[in-house]
């Protein structure tokens, strides 16, 4: 693989109201660096993409973002979120994920029914009213658009659900919680394109509502969805613009070449 | 907004559960632990009264031959000798393992090499059954069929160990067989491709590529069921005749140290020499467990590090 | 000899091998269910054991056995859950929980006779139990626990760690997330594993006979006062169980009917033990398929 320099570095700040943003972010596993000083702001009801080759450490970027690393790896630097540095060890990261919510790569149903999966969480937190809870079940499957296809059978089990359908019970079950951020990891990776084409669309509902970030392979996703792109490159974020920019006039040599397919 | 800045830097409900649940798995598996250390604690200092409050000398209890722990001998010594049992418990051990190994291999291959498919569907629930039987009911089998058998061919009482043998050897042979197995079929598929490849039979491949590959795993195996064979107590105490002598053969009644504890435990009072004397026994079992276990741990790690 | 006929005998033998593992398990079975069936009557099943006349029934036993598995159950699954628990979803990779492991493991190993004479020294001697279902279950528990929790520890495992991530990114404590949802994905391995070891119990004898005791006394059916000493719920009672009953009737000659009552109790022993074996698997997949599909 080509070596492109880590030290020249393209990276905008946002100028309208910030959702969070990330100074100096590195991660370790173990003796492995991860990721080197990722200094981020991601803007309030947009969606940033992260893109970036395997390995570049995008997930292990994103999922500091609600704490998920902490029994997985040593997060340093500065997580900003409502003013508070969310990394500090005297945050309750239970609260943070409240606000700040994450969909996996892979479609992570709980093995109970559609309608348990979604409620699930909610009661745990103190959500007891049944019109209530009806409530959210009807407007964030709505929100995922996924209630037209099981609104019928709202207690079977989420287990036979097809996987696009699965993932996005995961997407209405996060927007149930109502939370500020929504966090995406490669949400339409493992799915078909019928399926990704509903869930960029979901993706373009919740906008409205919530900051998402999302994790990417697909640039053509990347392009029609995100406001803002980051590029990544081994541990290290190397342009930050956006998305047209990014697109159109890359400022970096290897986002250039990464994103017309010229890569390594 | 500050209402949330709030709720962020305090604790909480998920807060006070997790405490509450580790402090409750933390609790049980604490007391596994203490469970484990007092059985270690009270076998040890029970066994040990023998040479250390009755003044025995450990020596004369492994190696001499009379086990009569209530009487004194010619020296005013008393007769702890507990040499027959061990010799005894070793050699059903041994030989039971011995028997049950062939048979053990031949289900495993044939389960593994052979007949992969079929073969399971019809011996997984063989060895399932065969472990599910209850010790007591291989010993009731083992004193109404196998030691009127040996009765009449061979003459005796038909007690003895070689009736303990037969039995020890049906009761550790789905022990090695599942192990077995497991460590055959751990062996790499394209080592069987290779050697077949290369114009072996199936036999060779077995012999010389398997079975090679997969010897450390399966002398585990042959150790857990000796393990099981030497700790047996009831099945054993049923056919082997009781009588604590130095065995002359396969069949003259004998004592293990499992059935002699299983006999003697009821009959003695506690805190006299018999008594204590038959705790030194159950040390030994103790022992003998902990050292079956440790050879497990060091074939294991000589097997991973030839790999 | 060429390598072909090797092959061939070879091959052979294990067939031979297998043939012979198969016709001892035909054999085993066959002469239990034969010998035992004709023995086992209503009668049978519910009348006293006798000590010096013929005739006698299981009727204590048979209640005994089934009473200490319920209350060793009660007493070590949520201890084998805690451990579970721990071993799954909090253990350090550390020294101590290999330790842990390795006492665990040597737990399992320990002769059943040993752990039994633990029993009768600690409970049924130290501490004045004297022989009683109590001190047996205590016993059995001990005998029970490494299994169960490593049939806890395994099931939990097995469930993916994708479920966790899901449970806490929701905001759920991490204990929450264990009870409330890799628990009850695990719960079919789980209950397959209680009904394995459950089987294991039922047929144990060995720690059982200096802690339970060998005696069967004459309970109360219908006291239903556990603290009332006539009544058949009294725990602190001596209780001999359907294995050691068919020890004591063989081991001690008194019985004059000995042969035909060990056969009928191995019977009934080993029918219990392969309804355990066959419920626990259908019963898994029972449960798997309503998991998986449409409720
Ligand atoms: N749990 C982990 N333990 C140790 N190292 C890890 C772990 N997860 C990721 N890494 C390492 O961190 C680096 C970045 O991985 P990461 O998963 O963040 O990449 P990614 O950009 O998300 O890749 P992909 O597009 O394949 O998902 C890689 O070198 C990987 O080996
Ligand atoms: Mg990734």
């Not at chain 2, 056919?239 to 130095?246: Q, R, S, T």
Request: aromatic share 8%; charged share 15%; with cysteine.
């Amino acid at each position: 693989m080509q070596d492109y320099s880590f030290d020249k570095t393209h990276i905008i700040d946002i100028p309208i109201e910030k959702a969070m943003t990330t100074e100096n972010l590195q991660v370790f596993y173990g003796d492995n660096h991860a990721m080197h000083d990722a200094s981020l702001q991601f803007s309030r009801y947009r969606i940033t993409a992260l893109i970036g080759a395997s390995g570049s450490g995008k997930s292990t970027y994103l999922r500091c973002l609600n704490r998920m690393n902490d029994r997985i790896a040593t997060v340093k630097g500065k997580i900003m979120y409502r003013d508070m540095d969310i990394n500090s060890p005297k945050i309750n990261v239970y609260e943070v994920r409240k606000h700040i919510s994450m969909v996996f790569q892979r479609p992570n149903p709980f093995a109970k029914s559609i309608r348990e999966n979604i409620t699930f969480a909610l009661k745990r937190n103190g959500i007891k009213d049944k019109t209530e809870l009806e409530e959210r079940v009807e407007s964030s499957l709505k929100a995922a658009a996924l209630w037209d296809e099981v609104k019928d059978e709202l207690d079977k089990s989420a287990l036979a659900l097809s996987g696009g359908q699965a993932q996005r019970l995961c997407i209405a079950r996060c927007v149930a919680m109502k939370p500020d951020i929504l966090l995406l990891d490669e949400p339409a990776s493992a799915l078909d394109p019928i399926s990704t084409a509903k869930i960029e669309e979901t993706l373009q509902q919740l906008r409205k509502n919530y900051s998402i970030i999302i994790v990417t392979h697909n640039m053509q996703q990347a392009s029609r969805i995100a406001d803002y792109t980051a590029f990544f490159h081994m541990g290290h974020v190397l342009e930050y613009d956006r998305t047209e920019k990014i697109f159109t006039n890359p400022q970096i040599k290897a986002t250039e070449d990464y994103i017309s397919g010229n890569f390594g | 907004m500050d209402e949330i800045k709030q709720e962020l830097q305090s604790s909480s409900r998920a807060t006070h559960q997790d405490y509450f649940g580790k402090a409750l798995s933390y609790l049980c598996i604490t007391f596994v632990g203490l469970l484990v250390l007092s059985i270690l604690y009270f076998i040890t200092t029970r066994g040990l009264a023998t040479f250390t409050e009755n003044h025995v000398s450990l020596w004369k209890f492994l190696i001499e031959k009379n086990w009569n722990p209530g009487v004194l001998d010619s020296h005013g010594q008393p007769q702890i000798g507990a040499l027959p049992m061990i010799v005894t418990s070793f050699s059903v051990t041994v030989l039971s393992a011995l028997v049950a190994t062939p048979f053990a291999l031949g289900v495993a291959l044939f389960m593994t090499e052979i007949a992969p498919k079929r073969g399971t569907k019809v011996l997984q629930p063989v060895i399932e059954l065969l472990v599910g039987i209850p010790s007591v009911v291989y010993g009731f089998i083992g004193l109404s069929v196998i030691v009127p058998l040996i009765r009449h061919t061979f003459g005796g009482t038909g007690f003895g160990i070689l009736a303990g043998v037969v039995v020890l050897f049906v009761m550790v042979l789905p022990t090695i067989t599942s192990l077995s197995i497991d460590s055959i079929k751990a062996v790499p598929m394209y080592y069987r491709s290779a050697s077949l490849a290369l114009g072996a039979t199936r036999w060779q491949t077995i012999y010389k590529v398997v079975l090679r590959a997969a010897t450390p795993g399966i002398m585990t195996a042959i150790i857990f069921g000796m393990a099981r064979a030497f700790g047996e107590a009831l099945a054993v105490q049923m056919v082997i005749g009781n009588a604590v002598l130095m065995p002359h053969g396969l069949l003259t009644p004998s004592s293990t140290l499992t059935s002699q504890l299983t006999t003697g435990i009821g009959n003695t009072t506690m805190g006299t020499l018999p008594n204590n004397a038959l705790w030194s026994l159950a040390l030994i079992l103790l022992l003998m467990s902990l050292v079956f276990n440790i050879l497990v741990r060091f074939i294991g790690k000589r097997g991973s590090l030839k790999k | 000899m060429n390598s072909k006929t090797t092959n061939n005998i070879a091959t052979g033998i294990i067939y031979v091998l297998v043939a012979a593992v198969v016709g001892i398990l035909i054999f085993l079975l066959g002469y239990i269910l034969i010998t035992g069936l004709p023995h086992v009557s209503w009668h049978f099943l519910t009348s006293a054991a006798q000590s010096f006349r013929a005739g006698g029934g299981i009727r204590d036993q048979l209640f005994n056995s089934l009473y200490l598995l319920v209350l060793t159950l009660i007493i070590s699954f949520p201890i084998a859950l805690g451990s579970g628990i721990y071993l799954s979803e909090y253990a350090p990779n550390n020294w101590l929980t290999g330790l842990i492991r390795t006492a665990i493991e040597v737990l399992s190993s320990l002769p059943s006779v040993v752990i039994g004479l633990f029993g009768y020294l600690l409970f049924v001697i130290q501490f004045r139990m004297g022989f009683s279902i109590l001190a047996g279950a205590i016993a059995l528990t001990f005998f029970n626990l490494p299994l169960l929790t490593r049939s806890v520890e395994e099931s939990l495992e097995d469930v993916s760690d994708l479920q966790r991530e899901a449970g806490l990114s929701l905001g759920l404590s991490h204990w929450k997330t264990i009870t409330g949802i890799v628990l009850p994905a695990a719960v079919p391995g789980i209950l397959t594993g209680i009904i394995l070891s459950a089987g294991r119990v039922f047929g144990e004898a060995a720690a059982l006979i200096y802690t339970a005791g060998q005696s069967a006394p004459i309970v109360n059916y219908s006291n239903w006062n556990p603290m009332s000493t006539t009544s058949f719920l009294n725990p602190m009672r001596p209780a001999e169980t359907l294995a050691v009953h068919i020890w004591k009737v063989n081991t001690e000659g008194v019985t004059p009917d000995a042969l035909s009552i060990s056969s009928g109790t191995s019977a009934v022993l080993i029918i219990v033990i392969l309804l355990f074996n066959l419920s626990a698997r259908l019963l898994g997949n029972w449960m798997y398929k309503k998991m998986t599909a449409t409720k």
